[in-house]
């Protein structure tokens, strides 16, 4: 599989899934798919260009987890994964690690 690389102010985040069932066996789903906004940044672009030519920087690194924006981005499944392709500007946190 080959891996995604975002362009500009593009983020590639790869989608974590919502659990659908607790630990003791309860169903948690619906009949509709519930989207989760959390996701692993799996390729950050460089930035807008700058007038001098050089890149905006991002603070956002590969490896991250994130939560963004509900309706930002564009949803693309590749080799049965989920992604969503949004602006490095629509991620709203990032989680130094998570329990």
Same mark, same amino acid.
């Given at each position: 599989m080959a891996k995604p690389v975002a362009e500009f102010d593009k983020v590639w985040l790869k989608l974590e899934r919502a659990p659908d069932q607790t %630990?003791? +066996?309860?169903?948690? $789903?619906?009949?509709?798919?519930? $989207? @989760?906004? !959390?996701? *692993? #940044? #799996?390729? *950050? +672009?460089?930035?807008d @260009?700058?007038?001098?030519?050089?890149?905006? %920087?991002?603070?956002?690194?590969?490896? %991250?987890? #994130? !939560?963004?924006?509900?309706?930002? +981005?564009?949803?693309? %499944?590749?080799?049965g994964v989920d992604y969503v392709v949004c602006k490095v500007k629509d991620v709203v946190a990032t989680f130094s690690e998570i329990e």
């Open positions: %630990s003791s +066996g309860l169903m948690l $789903k619906t009949e509709e798919e519930i $989207k @989760q906004n !959390i996701g *692993v #940044v #799996v390729s *950050v +672009g460089p930035g @260009q700058l007038d001098d030519g050089s890149y905006e %920087s991002h603070a956002i690194k590969e490896g %991250s987890k #994130v !939560i963004f924006n509900e309706h930002s +981005g564009r949803d693309i %499944s590749l080799d």
